[in-house]
């Protein structure tokens, strides 16, 4: 019983330095903020565009890799991404 108690709060530590990575950290590309640009970013958006998943504020900031930068988090993005990921991009700068 102690073991399952010590996994879930070291879940909760877990999820409290996602949290606080993702609040102030601007990783261009990192829309699932877990501190590395991969395929799994641009599944997390299109994930989002069909409303299976949600990204976090900070998320969406970090998924606007196109521009008009202000507008919403688009397919796009999750293309740039996996273009960047292949070297089809120099950067993720919108
Ligand atoms: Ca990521």
Do not use: W
Not at 32 to 61: F, M, P, W, Y
């Amino acid at each position: 019983m102690r073991d399952i108690d010590q996994a879930i709060d070291f879940g909760f530590i877990c999820n409290e330095v996602k949290d606080l990575y993702c609040a102030d950290t601007l990783l261009r590309g990192d829309a699932d903020c877990n501190g590395v640009v991969n395929a799994s970013d641009a599944a997390a958006i299109l994930r989002h565009l069909v409303q299976l998943g949600q990204l976090t504020e900070q998320g969406k900031l970090n998924a606007k890799v196109t521009r008009p930068v202000d507008a919403p988090v688009s397919a796009a993005d999750a293309a740039k991404i996996l273009r960047f990921l292949v070297q089809l991009e120099k950067s993720l700068e919108p």
